[in-house]
């Protein structure tokens, strides 16, 4: 190029050869045998060309072409970050001192990382539910209450499921499995249910009448969910069987005060026989198969005494247990404390 | 010095005669409790051109900005803690790298299920056709490298002047 100009001459280039002269490199490496380049210290001559940068034509902002009654469930289809040029809301933020305006949409990179929710706006969300309307099914109308749903489906089984920000879709954490049932829905006898109880230990709530059974044991949640029912099910034909030993339980391991098998019935029996001048000796059958309802405010002092012993201890429990003494032995009832 | 250590360790009556000598010695001063990582130098001149993201040092992260990343594994008990702390910093620099001298703002980066979403404010000194260009290749490539779709959500603006929030 600076050897075209060096031998520029008004008139004296036709179109010809300036055409190939661009066109060839050899001519140039020809010409430059024949002249000594000059040092151009200052750069007079050829002054270096500033680069003018193109001024990309930007058109206006989309938000403004927009009309008032579109669909804006079309132009924001899905979750995006916020671009200034679409949403047509004059929207400012950031954290500016006293007085000063804070930042507005365009550039703004905080309103880029905040997630939004403008594929989320309420027509929206009605067009999806209406889509998606016809893969649901109708809910069961005898299932209408929670307590119908508790006699059907009395096991309820509890796991949780995991949603990631990331390419896992897997977590340990979704393996547990916890099996609920309330004990009352079990079919058991006084027996079968005092053994469930001493075998389930710490997972019965007596608050709540809830066996609980956590699995964690196993990898993948089918094999929980497999265990937790095996131990319900083990649990309860275990709970069924009556084994040799358990003849021996004497009123020691007994899980409640059962008022019949106790001294306390024995010493009541023998005083109404007193009181009536009976003289006749029981054997252990006949003092547990007794009918208290014989004697007068009977069946109350064995309900006191019983609430005595399995209630605990109580100004409530202590109290009963007072009255029905004295009703029993005929004495004046207590006086309050003046 | 090595040698000499040796030396006096093998003649036990000189360790006894110059004990206070070898005792281990070891300066202490009270700590320097000055937090420097964040922030920015005010210059004389105060021509220092900062964006809102540089004016507000990080422990106002969560009270006048927000985080850069957005995903899961930051939460406790996350997954993949690290693994996406490194991809996370791969996309920053590959952002950084490919679209060189253009990104005016951090990269953010936002991540739903598989989807990664990065976000930028790019100045527009390329013609459009390269900025195209850019786009599916740093989305092509990063979703091959991270086996995730990536989309790649840019704002332009015409120079480093409109992202400017103040001068120190």
């Known amino acids: ?338 | 010095m090595n040698f000499s250590v040796i030396k006096l360790a093998q003649n036990a009556s000189i360790i006894t005669k110059n004990a206070p000598l070898l005792a281990s010695q070891f300066h202490t001063s009270t700590a320097l409790c000055r937090v420097v990582s964040g922030k920015y130098r005010i210059t004389k001149r105060r021509d220092k051109p900062l964006t809102y993201e540089m004016a507000n040092p990080p422990h106002y992260i969560a009270h006048r900005k927000t985080w850069n990343s957005w995903n899961t594994s930051n939460l406790k008990d996350g997954v993949r803690r690290s693994e996406t702390a490194l991809e996370d910093e791969f996309i920053r620099r590959f952002m950084n790298g490919t679209w060189h001298g253009l990104v005016c703002s951090e990269i953010i980066i936002k991540r739903q299920f598989n989807h990664i979403r990065v976000a930028a404010i790019i100045r527009r000194a390329v013609s459009p056709t390269k900025m195209y260009f850019l786009l599916g290749y740093s989305e092509e490539l990063m979703a091959n490298w991270l086996q995730c779709p990536v989309t790649l959500e840019l704002q332009t603006v015409d120079s480093f002047k409109d992202v400017v929030f103040k001068y120190i």
């Not at chain 1, 669909?71 to 500016?96: A, C, D, E, M």
């Not at chain 1, 202590?318 to 309050?336: F, H, M, Q, S, W």
């Open chain 1, 1 to 338: 190029m600076s050897l075209f100009i060096k031998h520029y001459r008004p008139g004296s280039i036709f179109k010809k050869q300036i055409l190939w002269r661009l066109n060839s490199s050899v001519a140039e490496n020809h010409e430059s045998e024949e002249e000594f380049r000059v040092l151009d210290i200052l750069k007079k001559r050829d002054k270096q060309q500033k680069r003018v940068a193109r001024r990309i034509d930007v058109p206006a902002d989309r938000a403004e072409k927009m009309s008032t009654d579109q669909n804006w469930g079309n132009v924001w289809p899905g979750p995006r970050s916020f671009h200034p040029s679409t949403v047509p809301l004059p929207i400012r933020q950031g954290f500016v001192p006293k007085g000063q305006v804070p930042p507005g949409k365009k550039a703004n990179a905080e309103l880029m990382k905040i997630p939004n929710f403008l594929h989320l706006t309420p027509p929206v969300i009605k067009t999806q539910c209406e889509a998606i309307k016809k893969f649901c099914t109708e809910w069961p109308k005898l299932l209408n209450s929670e307590e119908a749903i508790e006699k059907h489906y009395p096991v309820e089984v509890i796991t949780s499921d995991y949603c990631h920000a990331s390419p896992t879709i897997r977590n340990p954490l979704a393996r547990v499995v916890t099996l609920r049932v309330k004990l009352s829905t079990l079919n058991l006898d006084k027996h079968a249910k005092d053994k469930l109880l001493r075998l389930v230990g710490d997972h019965y709530d007596e608050k709540t009448d809830l066996i609980t059974l956590t699995a964690d044991r196993c990898p993948m949640r089918r094999q929980n969910l497999d265990y937790v029912n095996y131990l319900l099910t083990a649990c309860y034909h275990e709970a069924w069987t009556v084994e040799d030993w358990e003849k021996e339980k004497m009123e020691a391991d007994m899980e409640y005060y059962d008022w019949n098998n106790n001294q306390s019935k024995k010493n009541l029996v023998n005083w109404y026989h007193k009181c009536i001048n009976k003289d006749i000796a029981l054997s252990e059958d006949e003092y547990k198969s007794f009918d208290t309802s014989v004697i007068d405010h009977g069946e109350e002092y064995k309900l006191a005494v019983s609430s005595l012993f399995n209630d605990g201890e109580r100004e409530e429990t202590i109290n009963n247990y007072d009255t029905a003494v004295r009703k029993l032995l005929g004495l004046p009832e207590r006086k309050p404390i003046e």
